[in-house]
C-alpha cells in the first residue's frame, strides 16, 4: 500500500519551460489537493479536486492547471515556469470531509 | 475568510522542558483544528485532531474557541520531537485546510 506518490521527487527547469506533477493515490480518496511550501509561508493551497473530473481553485492557483481525469491520479501543470514557482509541492488526498490528509513526499522544484 | 497564525516561526528548548507551541486562528463558523508534524525531508503526518480529544506521542491540543487558539503542548520535550509543526484549520463540512506558517522545533540535548 503506497499511500500517496508524487513523481518526480526532484527537478530544475529554466525560466520558461513546462513541465507535469504526477500524484497518485491507492487508497480510492475521493478529494486530491495540491500544495506549495515555502518558508515562512506554511502551505498555500494551489488547486484541488472533490472527485474524477472535477477541478477548482485553491488560493494561490495562478501559473498552474491541473487535471483529475482518473479517480487516482492528479497533475498539476506549469505551462511557463518562473523563478516564483520555486517551491516544494507538496500532493495529499482525503476522503473526504474531516481534514485526515495523506501527504506525498514532496516535489522539490527550482526554476533558474 | 478562515486563517490560522504561528507567531513563533523558530522555537528552541532543552530535553524534558515542557514545550508548548501557539496557533491562533480566525474563523467565524464551527472549525475544525488539527496539527500536522514534518520530520526532517519526511512527509507531514497527522499529528492529531481536536475532536478525538486523544493524546499522541505525549501532546495534547485543547481547543479554546473563547480566545480562538488550539495551542500544542507535551510537559517533557524529546530530542526526537524536533521537527515542523503544522496548525492547520478547516470548516466542520469542509474538506480545504488552511495551514499555519509553521513552528520549527528544536529539542537540543
Known amino acids: 500500500n503506497a499511500g500517496v506518490t508524487q513523481t518526480p521527487k526532484f527537478r530544475v527547469l529554466k525560466t520558461g519551460q513546462s513541465m507535469t506533477l504526477l500524484c497518485a493515490q491507492d487508497?480510492?480518496?475521493?478529494?486530491m489537493y495540491w500544495y506549495r511550501q515555502d518558508p515562512g509561508m506554511g502551505l498555500r493551497l494551489i488547486h484541488y479536486s472533490v472527485g474524477e473530473g472535477t477541478t477548482a481553485k485553491g488560493e494561490v492557483p495562478d501559473g498552474y492547471n491541473v487535471s483529475r481525469l482518473k479517480k487516482q491520479n492528479f497533475l498539476l501543470g506549469l505551462e511557463s515556469a518562473a523563478p516564483s514557482q520555486t517551491s516544494v509541492y507538496f500532493c495529499?488526498?482525503?476522503?473526504?470531509?474531516?481534514?485526515?490528509?495523506?501527504f506525498g513526499s514532496g516535489t522539490r522544484l527550482t526554476v533558474v | 475568510a478562515q486563517r490560522v497564525t504561528q507567531p513563533e516561526k523558530l522555537l528552541s528548548v532543552f530535553k524534558g522542558a515542557p514545550v508548548e507551541l501557539k496557533c491562533n486562528y480566525s474563523?467565524?463558523?464551527?472549525?475544525?483544528l488539527f496539527w500536522y508534524v514534518q520530520y526532517s525531508r519526511q512527509r507531514l503526518q497527522l499529528l492529531l485532531r481536536?475532536?478525538s480529544r486523544e493524546s499522541i506521542k505525549g501532546f495534547t491540543a485543547d481547543l479554546n474557541k473563547g480566545e480562538t487558539s488550539f495551542h500544542l503542548k507535551k510537559p517533557f520535550a524529546q530530542e526526537e520531537d524536533s521537527a515542523m509543526y503544522y496548525c492547520a484549520l478547516t470548516e466542520t463540512s469542509g474538506s480545504r485546510l488552511t495551514f499555519g506558517e509553521g513552528t520549527q522545533l528544536t529539542v537540543n540535548p
Open positions: 495529499a488526498s482525503s476522503y473526504g470531509q474531516g481534514g485526515g490528509y495523506t
Open positions: 481536536h475532536i
Open positions: 474563523y467565524s463558523g464551527s472549525p475544525e
Open positions: 487508497m480510492n480518496h475521493e478529494y
